[in-house]
C-alpha cells in the first residue's frame, strides 16, 4: 500500500530540549512510513529544529491554562511559511504544534491532550498532563507519539476509533493513554487508504 506523501511541518513553542525534540521528530516519522505513509517531518524550512515561545495572547488568565484558539492561529501561521518550502500547491501539508503547557478549549473542562479538526491542517499536542513522577522523557515522548498519531490521524480524515490499542481511541486520561498503541487499527488503514490507491 502507499500514500500520497505527507508533509507535517512540527511546531514546538515552550521549553523543549532539542533532543527530546529531535528523537520525537526521527520517531514519528518512521511510524507513518511503517505504516505506508510517506511522510516528511521538519521543524522549519532550513530543516533545523526551531524552538518558539508560547504565542503571545495564548494565555487565558480566568482559566489559568492556554487557549487552542491562538495555537491554532500560530499552527496555520507555521503551515503558510511551509508552503514555501514544499513548494506544490496541491501538496498535503500538516502542522504539529507541540507545546508544553496547559490547554484548552471553549466549553470542555477535562484534560486536554490535544485538539485537531477532523480533515484540516492543524494538529495540537500538550506534553504538560503527560509529566509522570518518574521524571521519565522517554514515557513524555511515548505518550506524546501516541497522542500527535491520534491528532494527526484526524487531519488525515480519521475518527475515533472503538478497536482495542487504536491510536485512534479516545483518551480521557494518562492510563488510556498507555494502554493505546502508536499505531492505527486495520480499520483506520482502511479508511485512510481508500481514494489513495
Ligand atoms: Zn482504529
Same mark, same amino acid.
Given at each position: 500500500m502507499t500514500y500520497k506523501p505527507v508533509f507535517i511541518r512540527m511546531a514546538a513553542a515552550g521549553n523543549f530540549e532539542r533532543k527530546f525534540l529531535l528523537e520525537f521528530q526521527k520517531e514519528l516519522q518512521n511510524l507513518f512510513w511503517e505504516h505506508g505513509i510517506k511522510a516528511t517531518c521538519f521543524f522549519s524550512n532550513s530543516g533545523s529544529i526551531e524552538i518558539d515561545k508560547i *504565542? &503571545? /495572547?495564548?494565555?487565558?488568565s480566568h482559566i489559568g491554562k492556554y487557549n487552542t484558539h491562538t495555537l491554532f492561529a500560530y499552527g496555520q501561521q507555521k503551515r503558510e511559511e511551509s508552503l514555501k518550502k514544499v513548494g506544490k500547491l496541491d501538496a498535503l501539508i500538516k502542522v504539529l504544534v507541540i507545546v508544553d503547557v496547559e490547554i484548552f478549549k471553549q466549553g470542555f473542562t477535562g484534560t486536554l491532550f490535544g485538539e485537531a479538526e477532523v480533515g484540516k491542517e492543524i494538529a495540537i499536542i500538550s506534553t504538560a498532563p503527560l509529566e509522570n513522577h518518574f521524571k521519565s522523557s522517554f514515557l513524555i515522548k511515548e505518550r506524546a507519539l501516541k497522542e500527535a498519531m491520534h491528532e494527526l490521524g484526524h487531519t488525515l480524515g480519521l475518527d475515533h476509533c472503538?478497536? *482495542? /490499542?487504536? &491510536?485512534?481511541n479516545i483518551s480521557k486520561d494518562i492510563y488510556d493513554i498507555d494502554e493505546k498503541k502508536k499505531t492505527y487499527c486495520i480499520n483506520c488503514l482502511n479508511i485512510l487508504f481508500q481514494g489513495h490507491p
Open positions: *504565542p &503571545s /495572547g495564548a494565555y487565558t472503538k478497536t *482495542p /490499542g487504536c &491510536s485512534m
